[in-house]
């Protein structure tokens, strides 16, 4: 998706942020394969973010999970809720509702909202095939 926004808006200001799910060692959570929360393991921003309109790209939402977190690290670093705009290719219903829930002033942008998110795109798009 970046390369995508890259070539329409080439001198846009690209952040970049890490998220991985941290598991307690030992636990039930980690015998199982199950994460116990997400948390940023790394987040490059600009100094002016927080002025700007934020575009939050994120390309298959099945949970929500994962972009809670970015949205939380965004707010931390002074961007404001109404600010911030999700884009997604796939969304599941459930993490819409989840997240505007939440966060009742971020715009959601998706291509798709359906209860199936399509394992084929997401094989292909992320190169696991």
């Given amino acids: 998706m970046e390369i995508a926004l890259r070539q329409c808006a080439r001198s846009i200001r690209i952040c970049k942020m890490l998220i991985g799910d941290e598991e307690?060692?030992?636990?039930?959570?980690?015998?199982?394969?199950l994460p116990c929360h997400s948390q940023v393991l790394y987040a490059r921003f600009t100094g002016d973010m927080c002025t700007r309109r934020v575009l939050l790209l994120y390309p298959i939402l099945s949970t929500g999970q994962t972009v809670l977190k970015a949205i939380s690290a965004l707010m931390e670093n002074n961007v404001k809720e109404e600010n911030i705009y999700l884009?997604?290719?796939?969304?599941?219903?459930?993490?819409?509702t989840r997240i505007s829930h939440r966060y009742p002033l971020i715009t959601i942008v998706a291509s798709k909202t359906e209860k199936a998110v399509p394992t084929n795109f997401a094989m292909k798009y992320f190169g696991t095939e």
């Avoid at 307690?24 to 394969?33: M, T």
């Fill in 24 to 33: 307690k060692e030992g636990s039930l959570v980690e015998s199982i394969h």
């Fill in 87 to 96: 884009v997604t290719l796939f969304a599941h219903p459930t993490s819409v």
